[in-house]
T-cell receptor, first 105, second 112 residues
């Protein structure tokens, strides 16, 4: 199965944009890129997903590299409630450890 | 709208005791169903998934089993719990392999 690689952690300031990177160099042509986030003691929550084109929704934007070997989740204005573990996964639904986002007030 | 129910929320069981965790989905038919486990401070490990009644795929050989007796019911079981079975168990569903996952609130299992 294709895997994803994410940094362990990232810090951001409140109300500033956040760019969370994800590498997936072995992605296949049919794999969708999904992002989820998880708050402590809760199940993960769907954030966004895409195949080739950049995607926007009310929560975030997903920028997908032209070769699809990497992607970036963009939170346009971080809030304290965005502090969570963010997972980037491919269609085989294998979760790694994710990236822990901390937001400073 | 679709909802997923998972219970109990927390469970403390002695080593060697049996386990049964239940998950049900409402508002959709023929969902793909999943059981994940998350150890403390770790990512999610896919344990089982099911694409239909009686169809179970196991991702990791272990002390657990899963069953799908009805279209929207998914059960995780063990005959004898081990200390290493402690963790946060999550049930999830999708409408298809490329559709988003929808998770339940999880069961915190502590084996003592």
């Amino acid at each position: 199965d294709a895997k994803t690689t994410q940094p362990n952690s990232m810090e951001s300031n409140e109300e500033e944009p956040v760019h969370l990177p994800c590498n997936h160099s072995t992605i296949s042509g049919t794999d969708y890129i999904h992002w989820y986030r998880q708050l402590p003691s809760q199940g993960p929550e769907y954030v966004i997903h895409g195949l080739t084109s950049n995607v926007n929704n009310r929560m975030a934007s997903l920028a997908i590299a032209e070769d699809r070997k990497s992607s970036t989740l963009i939170l346009h204005r971080a809030t304290l409630r965005d502090a969570a573990v963010y997972y980037c996964i491919l269609s085989k639904l294998t979760f790694g450890k994710g990236i822990t986002l901390s937001v400073r007030p | 709208s679709q909802t997923i129910h998972q219970w109990p929320a927390t469970l403390v069981q002695p080593v060697g005791s049996p386990l049964s965790l239940e998950c049900t989905v409402e508002g959709t038919s023929n969902p793909n169903l999943y059981w994940y486990r998350q150890a403390a401070g770790r990512g999610l490990q896919l344990l089982f998934y099911s694409v239909g009644i009686g169809q179970i795929s196991s991702e990791v050989p272990q002390n657990l089993s899963a069953s799908r007796p009805q279209d929207r019911q998914f059960i995780l079981s063990s005959k004898k719990l081990l200390l290493s079975d402690s963790g946060f168990y999550l049930c999830a569903w999708t409408g298809g392999f490329d559709s988003p996952l929808h998770f339940g609130n999880g069961t915190r299992l502590t084996v003592t």
